[in-house]
């Protein structure tokens, strides 16, 4: 059985054991927010059932609906599918009539220049392989001045390291710091690992347009990357889809029997902790803070605890939202929310849940793991007037280092 | 997970006693059907606790066919299936129910089995089976991911 095949198998499976009984609408944060019935859940799998049972060509007369739908209310955080009273994977479904749309040429046109882009220059950013290594050098003068160790370094193709440690682009060109923070951790650390000058970008749009053959390329990338350099693990930056793509959706597109090992900056650094490699003082990270928890990381990816030890050894105080882990509310900002302008204020005003959950918790700093909940976050906090810092937890991390030196 | 802790039962909990005892009743005359028709010796209260449970199941059934009718949500994700789906089976648990009055109902309810399960594989009710199949999908979605390890309850 091919893989497409398997695929619309399961689809069709899903599809026919939906029974209509609309109990996923409270799950679904366009729907608490809104109160409109096509924000249901189970109205996106009606059309997405619509979509993947249409012959060819596509019904031009439903596609608007469609595209509007199925890519400017879902953010395929999967919360529903917990709440779901059979357990259907409604994300896999949205994401699989996405891939029928995509195959239309249908995908929303920022979201695919995107895409486009990454095909074209390996990245989602654009960012010329020299801007690339000037920030990292640029970043390595940074490190050596903060940590007073001339020989702090922010390695670049270094053959043989333990791992090869990827970001997202946005962090090049707009949280350089949350890469000086990785930084300064694998030096404390004493890790052994690189960066790579060619292929550097964890994200991958085709998860998001639907596009299989787009996101098995931005998964190869990393994967030859790996083979190039000879190191043994891929080491992802706190990106949730990121990281969902290359460690649990890269294996099928690329049809691998045995996967690389691929795991999360949390993991390593949650690691290190334990293992005493880093010396902290979370009095240095006094205020309140809370977490977040990203869909793609957390419900859909399994990094839960790690986050949660790591926050407790490197910040003072800091409470949970509730609800949390799985059931966390979705900001608003993935399923390439952010990446499709015209769908601006609906993202805006989906992500209101999340916002007054936030503000229930009296912090004034949220940790969010994941660059694009960063973004959706920093645009809540201006949207609703939240008043809270969002940072990464690697910056919380390097803020609470202590440097023998 | 725990069917309490899911936000839609919580805004609704009066569906979900309602699909309990549709489902409960179902299950009562499939039980009430077997013995009828195979004429095995069951104890009255047996006999009674099915017809009350059919009797229940179908109110249940009629209660959440009305709430279709009425809720916005269910409007707009609604399809012909999720009628007459509803209604066949409101009428296999009716004939259940009066069977433990009117034995001569066996005939009307064997003849209401006969254009359900004709039905079935067409609609919805085809969940009796998917249900554990996309169940067991979620579970093993999950659990290789590892999303619920290491950890009790949301606090």
């Known amino acids: ?223 030859e990357a790996m083979q190039q350099l000879g190191v043994r693990a891929l080491v992802l930056g706190e990106c949730g889809h990121g990281f969902n793509a290359n460690r649990w959706r890269a294996p099928e597109w690329l049809h691998e029997d045995t996967p690389p090992r691929v795991v999360s900056i949390l993991e390593l650094v949650a690691g290190y902790l334990a293992d005493a490699r880093l010396n902290v003082d979370p009095s240095r990270n006094a205020l309140l803070t809370t977490l977040h928890d990203p869909c793609n990381l957390v419900r859909l990816g399994g990094i839960v605890e790690e986050p949660r030890a790591i926050l407790s050894a490197v910040v003072e105080r800091w409470v949970e939202m509730a609800p949390n882990r799985e059931q966390n509310l979705c900001c608003g900002g993935g399923g390439g929310q952010l990446g499709m302008a015209q769908y601006a204020r609906r993202r805006l005003a989906a992500g209101r849940p999340k916002a007054e959950q936030i503000r229930a918790t009296g912090a004034t700093v949220v940790a969010a793991p994941c660059h694009n909940c960063i973004d959706q976050l920093g645009d809540l906090n201006k949207e609703y007037g939240l008043g809270v810092k969002v940072t990464t937890i690697c910056e919380l991390v390097a803020g609470a280092l202590v440097w023998n030196n | 997970m725990d069917p309490r802790l899911k936000d839609g039962v919580r805004a609704h909990p009066v569906v979900l006693v309602a699909g309990v005892l549709l489902h409960a009743g179902i299950a009562a005359s499939g039980l009430a059907t077997l013995a009828a028709v195979t004429g095995a010796a069951w104890p009255n209260w047996l006999r009674i606790a099915c017809a009350v449970l059919s009797a229940t199941g179908a109110v249940s059934g009629l209660l959440l066919l009305v709430r279709r009718l009425r809720e916005p949500v269910l409007q707009a994700i609604s399809i ?63 659990g290789a991911r590892g999303v619920l390890v290491g950890r009790s309850r949301p606090s």
């Open chain 1, 1 to 223: 059985m091919t893989l497409s095949t398997s695929i619309a198998r399961r689809h069709a499976t899903a599809l026919a054991s939906c029974v209509r009984c609309g109990l996923c609408a409270e799950a679904c944060h366009y729907y608490r927010a809104t109160h409109e019935p096509r924000e249901t859940p189970a109205y996106k799998v009606k059309l997405a059932g619509e979509v993947l049972r249409s012959p060819e060509p596509l019904d031009p007369a439903r596609t608007a609906e469609w595209v509007d739908e199925l890519f400017g209310r879902c953010s395929m955080c999967g919360r529903c599918m917990f709440h779901c009273t059979t357990g259907l994977n409604i994300p896999a479904l949205v994401r699989g009539a996405r891939t029928r749309l995509s195959a239309a040429g249908l995908v929303p046109a920022d979201l695919q220049a995107t895409v486009d882009t990454t095909l074209r220059t390996g990245n989602s950013m654009g960012i010329t392989r020299d801007e690339w290594v000037e920030t990292v050098r640029w970043l390595e003068d940074e490190l050596r001045a903060e940590t007073g160790d001339a020989s702090a370094r922010l390695p670049l193709d270094a053959h043989g390291a333990e791992f090869l440690y990827t970001v997202n682009p946005r962090e090049a060109k707009f949280f350089p710091l949350s890469l000086l923070a990785v930084a300064a951790i694998f030096h404390a650390a004493g890790a052994s690992w690189t960066l790579s000058s060619e292929s550097f970008d964890l994200t991958n749009y085709g998860v998001f347009s639907g596009d299989d053959r787009a996101a098995a390329q931005s998964a190869r990338r990393l994967r």
């Open chain 2, 80 to 142: 012909a299936d999720d009628y007459i789906s509803n209604l066949l089976v409101v009428g296999v648990l009716i004939a259940a129910a009066l069977l433990s009055i009117v034995p001569q109902a066996q005939p009307v309810l064997l003849l209401a089995w006969a254009v359900l399960a004709a039905y079935a594989p067409f609609g919805k009710i085809r969940h009796c089976v998917l249900f554990f199949v996309t169940r067991a999908r979620f579970g093993a979605f999950i």
